[in-house]
């Protein structure tokens, strides 16, 4: 079961909040959670497929780095453009991974 505190959208703002448990199931809560806010917003199938593959993985990685712990996301608009971001509690700075070598 995710425990996820409702969404919130701050008024007078082109800014949506959601807190969601760092469980598999939040990817989904998380892809939908963009597309309603871009759909409201007046974005276009495009940038809005392309806005919930990338938070699926932002919130993917949150949640391999803190699985089980509380996620909050954001879905805001800056000047314009639309903004994603996901904060996990993890101590741990995301990695680059190392390109394999090659011959």
């Known amino acids: 079961m995710n425990d996820q505190v409702p969404v919130v959208q701050m008024p007078e ?10 469980v598999d199931s939040s990817v ?21 497929d392309d806005s919930t593959v990338v938070m699926s993985e932002i919130v993917t990685n949150a949640i391999e780095a803190a699985r089980g712990h509380l996620l909050r996301i954001r879905v805001a608009l800056d000047n314009g453009a639309p903004v994603l971001e996901c904060w996990d509690p993890s101590p741990e700075l995301p990695a680059h991974p190392q390109p394999a070598s090659t011959p």
């Open 28 to 48: 989904a809560l998380a892809r939908e959670l963009v597309r309603y806010a871009l759909l409201n917003w007046g974005y276009g199938r495009d940038l809005i």
């Open 13 to 22: 703002s082109d800014e949506i909040r959601m807190t969601l448990l760092g």
